[in-house]
């Protein structure tokens, strides 16, 4: 069970598109989705958590009108990367618990690898 | 603020035993987490530690001393297939939620 699906895999975009990224709990429901992003030899770092018919929060840092997020439904929370740049390449990976307790472990996708060209 | 601290790079041999430490600074502290991750894939659950002690999970087990703010996982009859960066992530409520905040990871690389 808990099981996470991210996509796409990956996605090639050039410059200046807009690139949406899907996250769904396939067999539980997530009143709270994280995501995460990550280059290449670093650790994950936390963009923004994603609430379930309310707006994000955002970490510091994080742009929200560039990197939009709705969580539209208790299944689905979707990141928009706005006008893409080449430095926005990178792994992007969202995650969710199945219990809403602290000790429950995080859940995460498989990754979008985002190139940018 | 917080700061999550461990070593950047460790090696070891097949059939051995390696101990990864981690220690952070933090407010709010819910619990200490540890993941794998193989290159290019997402983050797999190892263990999870918010009392002081020792968790024995199989091959690996998990330390954490609150009052220091410190953990480490150990990993025993270490096989090539732990090859892989470990990641230390301290859980903190914040801002009404149980965040999960990520060390920047060790490279542990085993060899025959």
């Known amino acids: 069970g808990a099981v996470v699906s991210q996509h796409p895999s990956w996605v090639i975009c050039k410059s200046g598109t807009s690139v949406k990224i899907e996250c769904r709990s396939l067999?539980?429901?997530?009143?709270?989705m994280f995501w995460y992003r990550q280059f290449p030899k670093q650790s994950l770092m936390l963009m923004a958590t994603s609430n379930e018919g309310s707006k994000a929060t955002y970490e510091q840092g994080v742009e929200k009108d560039k990197f939009l997020i709705n969580h539209a439904s208790l299944t689905l929370s979707t990141l928009t990367v706005t006008s893409a740049h080449p430095e926005d390449s990178s792994f992007y990976i969202c995650s969710a618990r199945d219990h809403d307790s602290r000790n429950s472990p995080l859940h995460f996708g498989n990754g979008t690898r985002l190139t940018v060209t | 603020g917080q700061n999550i601290d461990q070593p950047t790079e460790m090696t070891a041999t097949e059939g051995a035993i390696v101990q990864i430490n981690c220690t952070y600074q933090?407010?709010?502290?819910?619990?200490l987490f540890w993941y794998q991750q193989h290159a290019g894939e997402a983050p797999t659950f190892l263990s999870y530690n918010v009392l002081d002690g020792l968790e024995e999970k199989g091959r690996f087990s998990s330390f954490l001393s609150r009052s220091k703010g410190y953990s480490y996982l150990l990993l025993k009859e270490l096989q090539m297939k732990d090859s892989a960066s470990y990641l230390c992530a301290v859980s903190s409520f914040s801002g009404g939620y149980n965040k999960l905040i990520f060390g920047a990871g060790t490279r542990l690389a085993v060899h025959p």
């Open positions: 067999d539980f429901q997530a009143t709270t």
């Open positions: 933090t407010s709010g502290f819910n619990g």
